[in-house]
């Protein structure tokens, strides 16, 4: 069974950063397309960034794009989202997925979730 499981959410002050992780068990790393969604309060899931997992393609939402960087260490089975210069507006719950075989910027039947991580930005 596919389990996820992130940490290093926490409370910063804006402009601080916070690397987040997300572990991986019980399937082979290299079928899924791993990647990082945040929900705000009374808000759908929305995508954040997106890892491919042959060749390491990475893709990012408006929002994250040069702040956030998404990362993997294949060995360790282990998907990284650093947040640089956060904003208070970055305040959300944030959830790593993995989907077998497709790459998707919007939650899908098939996207396994982790239990999520808040990250909160204090102005």
């Known amino acids: 069974q596919v389990e996820l499981v992130e940490s290093g959410g926490g409370s910063v002050q804006a402009g601080g950063s916070l690397r987040l992780s997300c572990a991986g068990s019980?399937?082979?790393?290299?079928?899924?397309?791993l990647g990082w969604f945040r929900q705000f309060p009374g808000k759908e899931r929305e995508w954040v960034a997106l890892?491919?997992?042959?060749?390491?393609?990475?893709l990012y939402a408006d929002s994250a794009k040069g702040r956030f960087t998404i990362s993997q260490d294949e060995a360790k089975n282990v998907m990284y989202l650093q947040l640089s210069s956060l904003k208070p507006e970055d305040t959300a719950m944030y959830y790593c997925?993995?989907?077998?075989?497709?790459?998707?910027?919007?939650?899908?039947?098939?996207?396994?979730w982790g239990r999520g991580t808040q990250v909160t930005v204090s102005s």
């Open positions: 997925a993995a989907r077998r075989n497709v790459c998707s910027y919007t939650p899908a039947s098939d996207h396994v």
């Open positions: 890892i491919y997992r042959i060749g390491g393609r990475t």
């Open positions: 019980g399937y082979t790393y290299a079928e899924y397309c």
